[in-house]
């Protein structure tokens, strides 16, 4: 199965980077006539069709006619690329790039285009999704590769350059559409100018590299009736900044290590000549644990990517003015981020939706243990999850057994979410939705 799959890899590298090239040098047109010349010189061992031998020459003569004036295309240009910090899965992104004429002529008819780094995967993701698929097919299940094309990374738009001086600059506005979130890398900028056939393109490319980062896609979340009530929260305002409530210390006492620094009292550590913090009270409030189930088994996963975008709708949503929204899931290690009452700002949880991926090599138990370690701080847990399996219902059911309100959502191919049922929360059935792909923002809209 090895050598195989790497040949096949091979293969694909080699096509996919042709088919990428021959798009970048030739127009629609001579991506014609290139395909006619191909065809034309397989037809032509067969000596019996005329027609072949009178278009093959004539074919390659366009051909040989376009590519040599197109070396003649010699120019420099400067270009500067102003991003935004931040963008959106599925949503436009606009910018500006400003070019610059270096040369001592004029140009016209230049085309510019974006150069995104190599979207192509390495042999191991190759593999993995190889298995995947092998793996979906053997348990006659849909395909997640039939809903979309899990390498491409964003789709740009070409702009049409106006006449630009040598010297003088000229300011394009550009629109690209990420269609995954993440980092989104940038390696450069061509500008390409076709012949006077129409048919290749003459290139020259400048060194532009740069990135910008790929929030989750989210979608509108009504306002719905969170499980839970206010818990104890030791720490109180030393926790998260007082809204609404008193924010005076109770007494001071001596430092230790882990104290904010902003609670020191300095007139106190003058006087006795050793750090003194002042300790505050301890307050009741709302605290909600965002549980994000990271532990799918397909490398590229649609389903874990709405599962995604299903978390990062609710961080948009819950009310963090009041509350507190810990965000839990597990990578490379457990981790758990605070947003909320001053504390970190729902921005910041986006950030890390963007870059949170798949885990593979550590079991669901791992998500159980980091969750029912951290729940006798949380009033309820919005769970998300990639599956609905013995291991899934068994975690719910824990906690339930503890007594945290839950709100259970699954995320499922299309096709899949008639069979599941509630298990653990049979008795409490609203709290518990099914999302399947294709109509996840519809779900959604009906929770309550």
């Not at 559409?177 to 290749?200: E, H, K, N, Q, S």
Request: proline share 7%.
């Amino acid at each position: 199965m090895t050598p195989f799959l790497k040949l096949l890899y091979r293969f694909y590298r080699l096509a996919s980077g042709r088919w990428y090239w021959a798009k970048r040098r030739f127009t629609r047109a001579g991506l014609a006539v290139l395909g006619a010349f191909i065809l034309a010189a397989l037809l032509a061992p067969d000596t019996d069709n005329n027609v072949t031998y009178q278009a093959l020459p004539l074919l390659a003569f366009l051909l040989v006619v376009a590519v040599c004036w197109s070396w003649s295309f010699r120019a420099r240009f400067g270009v500067t690329r102003l991003l935004p910090r931040l963008g959106t899965a599925g949503c436009p992104l606009h910018y500006r790039i400003v070019v610059k004429n270096l040369s001592a002529k004029t140009h016209r008819g230049l085309a510019l285009v974006e150069n995104l780094a190599d979207p192509r995967p390495s042999f191991e993701d190759f593999v993995a999704l190889e298995l995947a698929e092998q793996r979906a097919l053997r348990s006659f299940r849909i395909s997640e590769s039939q809903h979309t094309t899990p390498f491409r990374l964003a789709t740009v738009k070409e702009a049409s350059v106006p006449p630009v001086m040598p010297n003088e600059e000229v300011e394009l506005s550009m629109e690209l559409t990420p269609l995954r979130r993440g980092v989104l890398r940038f390696t450069g900028v061509t500008l390409a100018r076709p012949d006077p056939l129409g048919l290749v393109r003459a290139v020259t490319t400048v060194p532009l590299p740069q990135t910008v980062l790929i929030l989750p896609r989210r979608y509108p979340v009504a306002a719905i009736a969170l499980p839970g009530t206010a818990q104890y929260q030791e720490g109180g305002v030393a926790l998260a900044s007082s809204v609404g409530q008193s924010d005076e210390y109770v007494a001071l006492r001596d430092y230790r290590h882990g104290d904010p620094l902003r609670h020191i009292h300095w007139r106190s550590w003058a006087r006795v000549g050793h750090p003194v913090v002042k300790e505050f009270e301890d307050e009741f409030f709302v605290r909600h644990a965002l549980v994000l189930d990271t532990f799918s088994g397909h490398p590229r996963s649609e389903v874990f990517e709405e599962a995604v975008s299903v978390a990062a709708s609710f961080a948009c949503t819950l009310p963090t003015q009041e509350s507190l929204l810990d965000l839990l899931f597990v990578g490379p290690q457990s981790f758990c981020f605070t947003a909320g009452r001053g504390v970190a700002h729902v921005d910041q949880m986006l950030e890390i939706l963007a870059s949170v991926r798949a885990c593979t090599d550590q079991p669901f138990l791992a998500l159980e243990h980091l969750v029912l370690g951290h729940v006798k701080a949380v009033s309820g847990c919005i769970c998300v999850l990639v599956g609905w399996d013995d291991a899934r219902r068994s975690f719910v059911g824990k906690l339930r057994a503890l007594g945290v309100p839950v709100r259970v959502l699954v995320l499922v191919l299309p096709g899949e979410g008639q069979t599941l049922e509630p298990g653990p929360l049979c008795d409490d059935p609203d709290r518990f939705s099914v999302l399947e792909l294709g109509q996840v923002e519809a779900g959604l809209a009906k929770l309550t």
